[in-house]
DNA sequence: CACTAGACGCAACAGCTTTGCTTTAAGGTG
DNA sequence: CACCTTAAAGCAAAGCTGTTGCGTCTAGTG
């Protein structure tokens, strides 16, 4: 890859990134998705539609960087106590906040304009660590703990699968389930 | 939606929508996917352009129709008299297949050009008729089995999110594990 | 302080995409 | 079977996007 992150950290180019990322996120709020074009979020970055294209290649590579960055937990997840309750509630609003229509439309972006798989992988990195916060708050309590590949196997990955091929139907009583099953076996295997 | 499988079942329309999937095809082998335009294809399917636009809207949208239709399974899944080992093929075959660089890539195409997650949907039900299948042969012969939900889950969900959120390290042997463990549990819950 | 190299601006061009209008053909009706 | 209605395809022109070569500027380097 070797583009994005890439960049002369300091200076021109890091102003130029960030215009043009603030850009996307007003007009697309402005004028809607569909009606965006690298163009238009040239003119409003304040740059010219070449810097763009060669920067990021086109239009999907720079909403797929939007995208994974808008991905990005703000915080780790809530302390709730008890490894249950802690899982139940990520699982719940990672849920929420992916099914959600704007939550659909970034995991789309950031798988589409994506060649080599990195900003997925990025994405996938993110609910990782998360879930390795949780599982390492639960070992300090001395509680039982699945590891954090069953997780993603158990609960990420089966939400994730719904999000993506099977539109309609998410709701948090499945997130709910899902942890459960996942920490009743991790248990009963002890 | 109301565009594709609306088209005036037999006669002209049906051979433009034809012609124009056979280009595609034709044309994604020659010179390569990346190549593709909408104009490309119209020529070599002997259309104008703008039928194209006017019936699918863009290329990805296109694209993302052939795509489906390759993912559509062509032979209802291999019978080796026992669940396991048919669960077993299957979920090998699948992971093979998907995986694999072309495999991805009709994936993404499907994802991509496909706002309603119709597409999306179609190619979650395909899997599911493959699992419903091998799942009603077993209960034919009196074996116990899980239901086709948890399949998805357990089995078809984590091989998609590893697809498509972690490129690299998927092996036949990873397929096995998650076939065996729900089988497991589907047998100890009786 | 001069130097090098990467990144941006500019401008022109090629090609894609859109759109209004016309023509063709499918399917229904008397 | 001929006619009528209507959806879809052809055509052509106009607008806009995506591409590329070249000159300029800024940021890091010796």
Redesign the pocket.
Known sequence: MG?KP????????A???AAVHAAVRELEAEVGRPAL????V?ARA??????I???W???QELLSDVAVERLRPEAPPEDHGRLSADLQNWAQQFLEEMASPPGRAYIRDALLGDPDGDNAGQCSAYAAEQIRIILARAAERGESFPDVETVIDRVVAPMMYRILFRPGNLTAAYAHTLVCETLDESVASR
Chains 1, 2 share one sequence.
């Open positions: 583009r890439s960049v002369r950290p300091g200076g021109r180019s102003r130029v990134q074009t690298v163009p238009l040239a304040g740059v010219t539609p070449s810097t294209y060669r920067r290649g086109d239009l």
